[in-house]
């Protein structure tokens, strides 16, 4: 099982910032992908950012120039940090591991954080 506990969300005011991170623990031999997604009130899940092994990144177009993933893989940490925040931001954020468990192929995984609200308010 690998376990993922999010942390970070919260009240902030449009223009402001805020910063997310989501640690894994628990059987993991390898982490490829690692990365933020979000749900809004009546829309479906959407990306918002991911960083692969090696440091490449994708962004949703509505978060570029504002939003920023990073990860720490001595910490099996992701991180991300969002400023110049709007309205529409305001969702709640999950984060998503995925990799493997052993070095067999067949213990490949995706887990997902229980979530964590941004509110995007005046």
């Known amino acids: 099982q690998v376990q993922l506990v999010e942390s970070g969300g919260g009240l902030v005011q449009p223009g402001g910032s805020l910063s997310l991170s989501c640690a894994a623990s628990?059987?993991?031999?390898?982490?490829?992908?690692m990365g933020w997604y979000r749900q809004a009130p009546g829309k479906e899940r959407e990306l918002v950012a991911v960083?692969?092994?090696?440091?490449?990144?994708n962004y949703a177009d509505s978060v570029k120039g504002r939003f920023a993933v990073n990860r720490d893989d001595a910490k099996l940490t992701v991180y991300l940090q969002m400023n110049s925040l709007k309205p529409e931001d305001t969702a709640l954020y999950y984060c998503?591991?995925?990799?493997?468990?052993?070095?067999?192929?067949?213990?490949?995984?995706?887990?997902w954080g229980q979530g964590t609200q941004v509110t995007v308010s005046s």
């Open positions: 628990g059987s993991i031999f390898s982490i490829d992908a």
């Open positions: 960083i692969i092994s090696g440091g490449s990144t």
């Open positions: 998503n591991v995925e990799g493997y468990r052993t070095w067999q192929s067949s213990s490949r995984f995706s887990s």
